[in-house]
């Protein structure tokens, strides 16, 4: 509602200006940028199903699960969104050992999970749109051996999404949630890389 209303004082104290210092009355043509705006901006949320992993390079050994993905944002124009995402896992999370002595586990006690903030860059043609993610978030695996484990870093990806109708579109797209040395005191010396993968759905309001 502000941001409507900002946006309504704004093009009035500029079709007041231009009108003074032209003799033209713009305010028509100011109102049909309104609705542009109004027509291609929003609040959006949507909901995907897909898979979560986080992997040792050296080792091989890896957590795997099938997580339900919540997402909020904000369209400011066909371009351009902020959404927040929060992903959580719904199934059991298969631990594989690699290269190690562990035992594989098909059902691994643990809370496994990663939240993003992101920024969306779309590139709308016709009925697809083709859009790059690129924010920050953390991913945690909490409860092994009673810990609670995260880390934080750059996150990017891609996806593209299909227009159902004007406000609801179905979506596939794959993150890139983390990369480093390491996670949070295990397996500090190696690369470790958690990735994401999701189909879901989308509304805009």
């Known amino acids: 509602m502000q941001i409507g209303f900002m946006r309504w004082v704004i093009l009035g104290v500029l079709s ?22 109004d027509a291609n901006s929003g609040l959006y949320i949507g909901i995907g199903l897909g898979t979560l992993r986080l992997s040792n390079d050296y080792s091989n050994e890896y957590f795997q699960t099938h997580p339900v993905q919540l997402i909020a944002g904000y ?18 999370i298969i631990y594989r ?9 098909n059902d691994f006690s643990a809370d496994f999970g990663s939240y993003s903030l992101l920024a969306r860059f779309s590139y709308p043609y016709q009925k ?15 409860d092994i051996k009673e810990s609670k484990r995260h880390e934080e870093g750059l996150q990017y990806g891609l996806g593209i999404a299909y227009a159902l109708t004007s406000s609801c579109s179905l979506f596939v797209d794959y993150i890139h949630l983390y990369s480093g ?13 958690a990735h994401s993968f999701t189909m879901g759905a989308k509304y805009v309001f």
């Open 128 to 142: 697809y749109t083709p859009y790059f993610l690129i924010g920050y978030g953390s991913v945690f695996l909490n």
């Open 181 to 193: 040395n390491g996670f949070q005191g295990r397996a500090e010396k190696v690369d470790v890389e």
């Open 75 to 92: 369209k400011f124009n066909p371009y351009f969104s902020i959404e927040g995402r929060y992903t959580k896992d719904v199934s059991n």
């Open 16 to 37: 007041q200006y231009i009108y003074a210092g032209g003799g033209k009355n713009i305010t028509p043509a100011l109102s049909d940028i309104a609705k542009v705006i």
């Open 97 to 105: 050992h690699g290269t190690t002595i562990n035992p594989d586990n």
